[in-house]
């Protein structure tokens, strides 16, 4: 029996409407709309990804938004990027939206998950996006040696209610993520700082990256962003990423002028490592 959202909401709480559900293995998949906001839930209360009805194209969600942080280092063309965890595709959408050369790769463990995405969450049907079924560590495995040094980029955010994927918090898929990484690109991970899995999870990362790295809090929630720069990544020059993040700010609506001021504050033991003043 699938467990509604109406369930756990109290009668002094705004109960979204739920607009479709289903269940496979791993368990409940619903679709709700609140307002102007359809959000996609794995059996709680957790958005693991929302949409604005008005804005269909904006990233809704503040993680989402802060991850696009890595755009300050980044110029994406015609350029790989790959997407380990889809859910209802908001990056994915975003980067074919925005970057007209680019190519997405998404895997996605739940083959269902992937059906939403593109029936409730307007993620395109297109040649520049392959969306694969598949663990997320066995693709990596399987493809670190056929893709190495092949993407640009590398967004990892396959998070549900109860964490990251266990098959995901390894050192060996972390070093499958750096090998599949170009020399000078970056991998981008949703890091939750509430669970016991965060530390071990830095740990690893920041290890294969020489230390090469900055986070990035997302205020008001528990998640923190990782920017992990491969070795050939250049050292940045603040005032150049200070014009950046204004040019970006116009292009994008999102505030890329305070993701670089808190990437300089909380950052004091590794900013040296990635900026120059």
Known sequence: MLACLKTLFTSKTMIPKLIYQTEDKEGCIEVSETKDVRSLHFGSLAQQSAMSLKNPNQLHLHYAQAMMSCLLFEDIGNDDILLMGLGGGSLAK??????????????????AVAEIAHDYFDLPREHRLNVVIDDGARYAKNRMNLQREFYSIIMLDAFDSEGMAEALCTLEFFGSCKAMLKKDGILVVDLWNSYTQFKQLFAWAGGLFEAKLLLLPVHGMVNVIGLFFHEDTPIYSQKELQKRAIQLEKIHRLPFKKFLKDLIAYNPNFIDNVMCK
Not at 94 to 99: G, K, Q, S, T, V
Not at 103 to 110: H, I, L
């Open 94 to 111: 975003y980067m074919l939206n925005h970057f007209p050369d680019c190519r997405v790769e998404a895997v996605e463990y739940r083959a």
